[in-house]
């Protein structure tokens, strides 16, 4: 079955780059019309996407994060990895990977989530 695990720092210091990456098992990343979606959800306040790598390999990010925000992949390891540069305290969040179909509302898949605190 297809399965996502986030991976990366618990603790991150102001300033710093978040990196975080997202093991896909059971399901190919560059498998046609699949979105691999960066999703957090800071304490208090709903879910926010962040971003997304389309199985061709082109990239979507929110607009007001998008000059902090990289996604890349690894296809020879079926991983994508978020890099999120300058954090804040307010980056503070729950980090989520989730995959989703084009033409499809919702994500059908989600890793379990990785705490991601920002503080010095």
């Known amino acids: 079955q297809v399965q996502l695990q986030e991976s990366g720092p618990g603790l991150v210091k102001p300033s710093q780059t978040l990196t975080l990456t997202c093991t896909v098992s059971?399901?190919?990343?560059?498998?046609?019309?699949?979105?691999w979606s960066w999703i957090r959800q800071a304490p208090g306040k709903g879910l926010e996407w962040m971003g997304a790598?389309?199985?061709?390999?082109?990239?979507y990010y929110l607009p007001s994060l998008k000059s902090r925000t990289s996604i890349s992949r690894d296809t020879s390891k079926n991983q994508f990895t978020l890099h999120l540069s300058s954090v804040t305290p307010e980056d503070t969040a729950v980090y989520y990977c989730?995959?989703?179909?084009?033409?499809?509302?919702?994500?059908?898949?989600w890793g379990q989530g990785t705490q991601v605190t920002v503080s010095s």
């Open positions: 790598i389309y199985y061709s390999g082109i990239t």
């Open positions: 059971g399901f190919s990343i560059t498998t046609h019309y699949y979105y």
């Open positions: 989730a995959r989703d179909h084009a033409g499809e509302p919702s994500f059908d898949y």
